[in-house]
C-alpha cells in the first residue's frame, strides 16, 4: 500500500501564503493522480487541486489564480502552493493518491489531514 505524509499548514493572515507538500513511499504500483481535498465546519468536502502521471491538472474554480499545483517525480512528491488566501481558505487539506496494481485494479490512500486557518 501506498502512504501519504503531508505538512505545510498553519495560521496566516488573510492574502498571506503558504506551501503543502505531500510526499508517497517508495511501492511497485503506478500512481495515477496525486492532489488535496478539503473539508471546512459544516461544508462537503471538496477538490482543490489534482495532478496526474501525464501533468493534466485540475483546480477548484474558487483557487483558480492563486493556488498552483506542481510535483517532483524524483522525490514522488506533490507540492499545492497557496497565495491570496482568504478566510474562506481556511479548511484541514488532505492528500491523495490513486494508483493502480498490474491487474489494472485501482486503489487510493490518504494523508493524515493538515489544518489551513485564515484568519486576523
Known amino acids: 500500500q501506498v502512504q501519504l505524509v503531508e505538512s505545510g499548514g498553519g495560521l496566516v493572515q488573510p492574502g498571506g501564503s503558504l506551501r503543502l507538500s505531500c510526499t508517497a513511499s517508495?511501492?511497485?504500483?503506478?500512481?495515477?493522480?496525486m492532489g488535496w481535498y478539503r473539508q471546512a465546519p459544516g461544508k462537503q468536502r471538496e477538490l482543490v487541486a489534482a495532478?496526474?502521471?501525464?501533468?493534466?491538472?485540475k483546480y477548484a474554480d474558487s483557487v483558480v489564480g492563486r493556488f498552483t499545483i506542481s510535483r517532483d517525480n524524483a522525490k514522488n512528491t506533490v507540492y499545492l502552493q497557496m497565495n491570496s488566501l482568504k478566510p474562506e481558505d481556511t479548511a484541514v487539506y488532505s492528500c491523495?493518491?490513486?494508483?493502480?496494481?498490474?491487474?489494472?485494479?485501482?486503489?487510493?490512500?490518504w494523508g493524515q489531514g493538515t489544518q489551513v486557518t485564515v484568519s486576523s
Open positions: 491523495f493518491v490513486f494508483y493502480s496494481d498490474d491487474e489494472w485494479r485501482e486503489y487510493h490512500s
Open positions: 517508495e511501492s511497485s504500483f503506478s500512481i495515477n493522480a
Open positions: 495532478v496526474t502521471t501525464d501533468e493534466i491538472i
